[in-house]
């Protein structure tokens, strides 16, 4: 995968953000409603364009269309028809009811297209149409006709550039995670081939997005066996989200990124209405929602008994050990307070990942990472649902930089093409990106600790691969350190980071009183001749 938001050519860049000024003057502000509005005309050009090379195909072959989206009758409703009508004309076909169309305006017809128009169709219940005014309609028409979107990559880092737009919190704590975070932890897990990935929160669908790149780019031989194919496109990827208007967004994303049918559900992940939901899943990707909190009767039931608490952030962790597969694996962020908190609750969750699960690694985020949307601290819980415990060592990594400044203008401190290698060669970055950018190392240590597989001394027995990760990863002073579980049970199952590094000191070497005394002395000294000097000259 690329880092889209870094990748995307200057010139698309400059056509989005026409388009997206060109909302705001027209009177459409809230960020979240102009990437509505924005995905409703993307589909409807593509429609348009998939239904014109349905009909090539069939001129070709002399056949009849099969499958057509629009019918003769319905011609006018389509992009390639209405683009070239009068602004006036444009906007009653999408607003106003037309009598020799069975009553059906460009809008109502998109809303009725159901499974058929794919995997975004099916989320269009609850979609309104918000452009006031013909002359921004066809504004906004006449630029998207311009835009390029045959090409898969292209759509996918159109779509990015235009989500990363969103530069304020949602409700509900929903901000964006950055990309290159996602990134990260989808390299850790290293998503395999029989995986069925799900995020539970997935807002605009980024985590599974990720991992679809990942496996584009890094095993494109698995596409060549058919049952991969369809496993890719209809079962591999899930995600559950409340919000209708994410879960519209989320859902254009994975289409324009390329992936035809991914399981999409829309409700609430923690409701009594979605127990149904359990031992489905090999791997959990996800950013839940912090700062929430839920009454009781709401909840879930059985989340209840592994950890009786209010608390979003605590309830989506029990509720992921639930959704997983014995087996399966999960990369979490968490708001801090989860690895230190102290109530029952707090406690009993984190317990539950190193006593009866294996927890493998916790890797500790600057609270610049989040900025402009907000400033807290997180961390990344790795973790694998055994139901029979399996923590030996806990991976602890300090991270103190992301390669973007962390400030609320999070601006790259190294150039654009450094940060991609810093996820594709990062044994050759450590050294150029050292103090700005801690993630190669981050990639190498995980690889050494979590995927031992992928070593390459494969000669060694288990037992001498955790002696030489111990001795590799014992000194608490540095960024990257093991701790054992028992020393973590022992602190109350605090998995702070603060809690287990060593802070060294440095000596600082004061000089003797007598010194100092001379030094002043001497100062006086100097200055009262500097004195004498001046009263000289001026006399």
Request: with cysteine; glycine share 4%; charged share 30%.
């Given at each position: 995968m690329k880092l889209h938001e870094s990748m995307i050519t200057g010139e698309l860049k400059s056509k989005i953000d026409k388009i997206w000024n060109d909302f705001w003057t027209g009177g459409i502000s809230n960020p979240l409603t102009v990437i509505e509005q924005f995905t409703y005309l993307i589909f409807l050009k593509q429609l348009d364009s998939k239904q014109m090379d349905n009909e090539k195909a069939a001129n070709l072959l002399g056949i009849p269309l099969e499958n057509a989206f629009y019918s003769k009758k319905h011609e006018p409703l389509r992009w390639?028809?209405?683009?070239?009508?009068?602004?006036?004309?444009?906007?009653?076909?999408?607003?106003?009811?037309?009598?020799?169309?069975?009553?059906?305006?460009?809008?109502?017809?998109?809303?009725?297209?159901?499974k058929q128009g794919g995997v975004f169709a099916q989320y269009m219940k609850g979609a309104i149409f918000m452009i006031q005014s013909p002359k921004l309609l066809d504004k906004v028409v006449q630029q998207i006709d311009a835009l390029n979107l045959d090409n898969k990559d292209a759509k996918g880092d159109l779509y990015e550039y235009m989500l990363s737009k969103i530069a304020e919190a949602g409700t509900n704590g929903q901000f964006r995670t950055p990309r290159?975070?996602?990134?990260?932890?989808?390299?850790?897990?290293?998503?395999?081939?029989?995986?069925?990935?799900?995020?539970?929160?997935?807002?605009?669908?980024?985590?599974?997005?990720?991992?679809?790149?990942?496996?584009?780019?890094?095993?494109?031989?698995?596409?060549?066996?058919?049952?991969?194919?369809?496993?890719?496109?209809n079962s591999m990827f899930n995600g559950v989200e409340f919000d209708p208007t994410m879960l519209r967004i989320g859902a254009m994303n994975m289409q324009l990124h390329g992936m035809d049918n991914p399981t999409l559900i829309g409700k609430d992940a923690l409701s009594e209405s979605n127990s149904d939901i359990e031992n489905q899943y090999s791997l959990i990707l996800a950013n839940p929602p912090f700062k929430g909190s839920l009454d009781y009767d709401e909840v879930e039931s059985s989340l209840l008994k592994v950890t009786k608490t209010k608390k979003t952030e605590l309830l989506f962790l029990a509720l992921m050990l639930r959704m997983l597969k014995t087996g399966g694996r999960a990369a979490v962020i968490v708001p801090d307070g989860v690895l230190f908190g102290s109530s029952n609750a707090h406690k009993n969750i984190r317990k539950e990942l190193v006593e009866n699960q294996q927890l493998q690694a916790v890797i500790s985020m600057p609270s610049g990472v989040f900025k402009p949307y907000a400033g807290v601290s997180t961390a990344i819980l790795f973790f694998t649902k055994t139901n029979s415990g399996g923590t030996d060592t806990v991976w602890f990594y300090d991270m103190k930089a992301d390669g973007l400044s962390l400030d609320d203008k999070r601006n790259l401190l190294v150039s654009e093409?450094?940060?991609?290698?810093?996820?594709?060669?990062?044994?050759?970055?450590?050294?150029?990106?050292?103090?700005?950018?801690?993630?190669?190392?981050?990639?190498?240590?995980?690889?050494?600790?979590?995927?031992?597989?992928?070593?390459?001394?494969?000669?060694?027995?288990?037992?001498?691969?955790?002696?030489?990760?111990?001795?590799?990863?014992?000194?608490?002073?540095?960024?990257?350190?093991?701790?054992?579980?028992?020393?973590?049970?022992?602190?109350?199952?605090?998995?702070?980071i603060n809690r287990y590094k060593e802070i060294v000191y440095e000596a600082i070497e004061y000089e003797k009183p007598e010194t100092l005394i001379n030094q002043i002395k001497d100062l006086d000294a100097q200055r009262n001749e500097a004195l004498l000097n001046l009263e000289k000259m001026m006399n």
């Open positions: 390639s028809s209405f683009k070239e009508k009068d602004p006036e004309v444009m906007f009653d076909l999408f607003t106003k009811p037309q009598r020799n169309l069975d009553d059906l305006t460009v809008f109502d017809f998109m809303k009725n297209i159901g290159h975070i996602i990134r990260m932890m989808v390299e850790i897990v290293q998503p395999q081939q029989d995986d069925v990935i799900c995020d539970p929160s997935c807002g605009t669908a980024g985590f599974l997005v990720s991992a679809g790149e990942y496996i584009y780019d890094k095993h494109k031989d698995w596409f060549n066996q058919k049952t991969f194919r369809e496993h890719f496109h093409d450094t940060f991609e290698q810093c996820f594709t060669k990062p044994e050759t970055m450590l050294e150029a990106v050292k103090g700005k950018c801690d993630i190669p190392q981050i990639l190498l240590d995980a690889n050494k600790i979590m995927n031992t597989t992928s070593l390459r001394e494969p000669a060694l027995s288990g037992v001498e691969m955790k002696q030489s990760h111990e001795k590799d990863f014992s000194d608490r002073t540095q960024q990257s350190f093991l701790v054992p579980k028992q020393e973590i049970a022992d602190n109350d199952w605090d998995l702070s």
